[in-house]
């Protein structure tokens, strides 16, 4: 048997979790077709020929954001057999919303209500047989969080069964008038070859969405308008809000039915504990002690013993020695030995050594975000942006950037003013992300004693650097103007779970690794080149060869900054390919422990500055000229973001002179 299936419903009502435990985690990643939308599917356990598609989080099926858009254009042109649609059981009133519309639609469709274990905390009871019958439609309750819960078999099971069954029951939702005047809309659709989906494109007519796209008559849309208007005079008020307005009314009447609310009153846990992380004065404090602890376990306890194995054991003697011996029983030429062992595996190695306390800092980062930590910083951000003139819509794309530049830098298009777009557009690449997490390890391993200062200053540098730029720019007439308004949901706590924490996290290092083997590794063969060879093309050492020639053209340039080195503004260079490279070049320039010495700690605090904040890779800035679909923002964001870059650089340098060479 085969079947399409689409995962539905809200933002955090567990879609996703719903999705890893049908597919068992295997699911293919990609993006919709000419969108920059994340698109899941895989196949059902047991059930090869059963494709599950997990649909991006909506909250209607009035599209305002590219995953609306999406999310609506799939379930309309794609057609699948069955949704299964999402509903978080503890916010049951507003996901109902997506529910009532997605019965329109005409798709046999199963509704999960995930997180019942929460609503078990709380004391509300829901009646899930009464529930299924108001909705016209099996209802399951289910907790996605325990991957051990049997109802997600047999909601799989049911979905299956479904296919080719009666869709949900749609009529009713509305007040008779309302009833009567989309009724008469269906029937001029209907007229006039509208044969799908007629309830829906019926609402969407009546709302006058404009969105919707359909080849009718003039005189059947003249028809259809005097309908509109004659109902919108009788219920005196605009189409849309006649149709918002009572679909709320139908999901109380469903919620006084099917839902008996615990009265004992009182805060919930999740109220407590927000009393607290989100508190006006100890936001901030609480915060930084979260972020420090994540870099202290991740750069300066666990992540620095397997690290230090890595290098010092792994990369230092054994796979060294290993391909020495290889290269000696198969005498191979000088310049191949040299080309490997000081090429490949010096570069290479310097940068996958420092994978442990990426895989670490990717493990802590997804368990804050998957307990609903992450999102309660995205409110607290919104309320300190706000007070420089910033949207609290810009941090989202800036916590989505501390994993990928490109993501976070696409993740802008959802803010609507122009101006706040560009702002952020410009300065999300200021948030590390996990390809400078290589430098900032470098630095600190090798001029800070592995402190957890550096890595998680070089965080709070980065939220610094973007609330400074933006209360500069936005004293600019090119960027002035009140900030976007801000609205999320802020989900229930609940205990991280671990085996998503370490997919996500093992997800997020092989990707480095891949990079590490193919695009890092070219790079650190054309820097032992360079730096091997004279404009000769003969071998000459290292201070005359073309690399360093490059490097002391631009040298001088830095030396206010304090790392004038050829080798360092070299390194700067290659970072513009891939920030990995920094690492990658500084292994073949400066091999086992040279590093230390080769400049002072206030300089290698500047240089780690400047390569966090500097123009980000040639990926990420491809992804600014495309979102920003002009080449002079495109230049004007890639030059404020290197001149911030040096000035920040060249400030804290000095600034460290001032206070006696500390940082």
């Known amino acids: 048997m085969e079947a399409k299936i689409a995962l539905a419903g809200n933002p955090n009502s567990g879609k996703t979790t719903v999705f890893n435990a049908l597919t068992g985690g295997r699911g293919h990643v990609g993006n919709w077709p000419g969108v920059t939308v994340e698109k899941k599917d895989g196949a059902v356990k047991g059930h090869p020929g059963i494709i599950i598609e997990d649909l991006p989080g909506i909250y209607s099926l009035s599209p305002y954001t590219p995953e609306e858009i999406v999310s609506r254009g799939y379930l309309i042109n794609e057609k699948p057999d069955v949704i299964i649609n999402i509903v978080d059981a503890s916010n049951l009133e507003r996901n109902l919303y997506l529910t009532t519309q997605l019965a329109e639609i005409g798709i046999p469709m199963v509704i999960a209500l995930n997180m019942t274990d929460v609503v078990e905390k709380t004391g509300d009871v829901i009646d899930y047989g009464k529930l299924s019958e108001e909705l016209g439609a099996p209802v399951f309750g289910i907790c996605a969080v325990n991957g051990r819960d049997l109802r997600l078999a047999l909601l799989a099971d049911k979905a299956i069964e479904m296919k080719g069954k009666n869709p949900p029951k749609a009529e009713g939702c509305f007040s008779e008038k309302t009833e009567a005047a989309l009724r008469k809309i269906m029937d001029l659709a209907a007229k006039a070859g509208i044969a799908e989906s007629p309830r829906f494109y019926a609402v969407k007519l009546f709302e006058r969405d404009k969105e919707i796209k359909l080849s009718l008559p003039p005189e059947v849309s003249e028809e259809i308008e005097k309908i509109i208007q004659a109902c919108e005079k009788e219920l005196d008020d605009d189409s849309e809000s006649i149709i918002t307005v009572e679909r709320y009314d139908r999901i109380a009447e469903i919620m006084k039915k099917c839902v008996k609310l615990n009265d004992a009153g009182g805060l919930s846990a999740s109220d407590k504990i927000d009393r607290v992380v989100t508190h006006r004065v100890l936001a901030l404090p609480i915060f930084a002690l979260v972020m420090f602890f994540v870099y202290f376990v991740s750069i300066s306890a666990v992540g620095a013993w397997l690290t230090d194995w890595v290098n010092d054991s792994l990369f230092g003697e054994i796979i060294p020695g290993a391909v020495s011996g290889f290269l000696a029983s198969v005498n191979t030429a000088e310049w191949l030995n040299s080309l490997i062992l000081d090429g490949i595996v010096a570069g290479v190695g310097a940068v996958l050594g420092f994978l442990p306390q990426m895989f670490v800092l990717f493990f802590c980062l997804a368990a804050l975000e998957d307990c609903g930590y992450m999102a309660r910083i995205a409110f607290i951000m919104d309320r300190i942006f706000r007070k420089f003139g910033l949207s609290g819509k810009s ?51 090798a001029f800070f004693g592995d402190s957890a200062l550096v890595p998680s200053s070089a965080y709070f540098l980065g939220v610094a650097s973007i609330i400074i730029s933006g209360v500069a720019l936005k004293q600019t007439r090119l960027f002035a103007g009140e900030a976007s308004p801000f609205i999320m949901e802020l989900p229930a706590y609940h205990m991280p779970r671990i085996g998503g924490a370490l997919r996500v996290a093992g997800e997020r290092a092989v990707s480095f690794a891949k990079r590490a083997g193919t695009f890092i590794t070219l790079a650190t063969v054309i820097v032992w080149f360079l730096s091997g060879y004279g404009f000769d093309l003969k071998p000459a050492e290292v201070d005359s060869s073309i690399l360093a020639f490059i490097g002391r053209g631009a040298a001088p340039l830095f030396r206010p900054a304090g790392f004038g080195s050829w080798q360092a503004v070299v390194a700067s260079i290659t970072g513009l390919m891939a920030k990995e490279n920094v690492v990658g070049t500084m292994g073949v320039l400066y091999p086992g422990d040279s590093l230390a010495s080769a400049m002072t700690p206030r300089a290698a605090y500047a240089f780690l500055v400047f390569n966090l904040l500097c123009a980000p890779c040639v990926a990420a800035m491809s992804a600014i000229a495309k979102e920003m679909n002009s080449k002079k923002w495109t230049a004007f964001a890639i030059g404020y973001q290197c001149a911030f870059a040096y000035a920040a650089a060249v400030i804290v340098y000095r600034l460290g002179a001032i206070f006696g060479g500390g940082i």
């Open 395 to 445: 941090f989202i794309p800036m916590l989505v950037g501390t994993g990928c530049g490109v993501p976070g830098i696409m993740a802008s298009r959802t803010i609507e003013s122009p101006a706040d777009r560009r702002m952020t557009i410009t300065t999300t690449t200021f948030m590390p992300c996990s390809a400078k997490l290589p430098i900032i390890a470098l630095i600190s391993g």
